[in-house]
């Protein structure tokens, strides 16, 4: 069976700080794969997806990047952190035709 | 521009009783609609979705209405009880690309 798996789940970093969460899948082959962050009282915003190997979307100019170095890994990284990088980051995979299956997330506070 | 709205950020039910959460949509190629149920510090889970050929998907206490015309689905939870309560998300795909999600609705059911 597939699962996913994301973290660290918790981070607390300072503002400037660098940054890189992983997400990795298991079960399945060549998924699409996704960040998403949900910020304090908002839903979720799509911020990545890769349909492939080194094919990376971004959904909205942000200080943050990701990278898809093997086809079920995936991370998500910032050089320096602001204080508005703080929110809930979630990993998501999604194969063929299916519903999109997240990971347990990870809480970034940016202090 | 956010194509899937979630209007109720919040929503509170008795018990026994009826919820009933709303979600509506902007882009007329979406295709497939789901809802996803999310507990604090947990990534979403999947709960139920529906195609746009149907207007109707029924699965234990849930079920999920479409309707098109109005490009409007709900999500009825009967009888309601204490483990429902969560944040509920409403997403939508185009012919299974990227899934859009509203903002979520809050759901505490009270005794």
């Known amino acids: 069976s597939q699962t996913i798996h994301q973290w660290p789940a918790t981070l607390v970093q300072p503002v400037g700080s660098p940054l890189s969460l992983e997400c990795t899948v298991e079960g399945t082959s060549n998924p699409n794969l996704y960040w998403y962050r949900q910020a304090a009282g908002r839903g979720l915003q799509l911020l990545f997806y890769?349909?492939?190997?080194?094919?990376i979307s971004s959904e909205v100019p942000q200080n943050l990047s990701a990278s898809r170095p093997q086809d079920r890994q995936f991370i998500l990284s910032s050089k320096k952190l602001l204080l508005s990088d703080s929110g809930f980051y979630l990993c998501?995979?999604?194969?063929?035709?299916?519903?999109?299956?997240f990971g347990q997330g990870t809480r970034l506070t940016v202090v | 521009d956010q194509q899937v709205k979630q209007n109720s950020p919040s929503l509170s039910v008795q018990e026994g009783r009826i919820s009933i959460l709303n979600c509506d949509y902007t882009?007329?190629?979406?295709?497939?609609f789901l809802w996803y149920k999310k507990y604090p510090a947990e990534g979403p889970t999947f709960l139920i979705s529906i195609s746009s050929i149907k207007d109707k998907n029924e699965d234990g206490r849930f079920t999920v209405f479409l309707n098109k015309s109005a490009k409007h689905l709900s999500l009825h939870i009967v009888p309601s009880q204490p483990g429902d309560s969560a944040v509920y998300f409403c997403?939508?795909?185009?012919?299974?690309?990227?899934?859009?999600f509203g903002a979520g609705t809050q759901v505490v059911v009270t005794p």
């Open positions: 890769s349909v492939g190997i080194g094919q």
């Open positions: 998501a995979w999604q194969g063929q035709n299916t519903e999109a299956f």
């Open positions: 882009n007329s190629m979406f295709d497939y």
């Open positions: 997403a939508a795909t185009d012919s299974w690309g990227k899934f859009q």
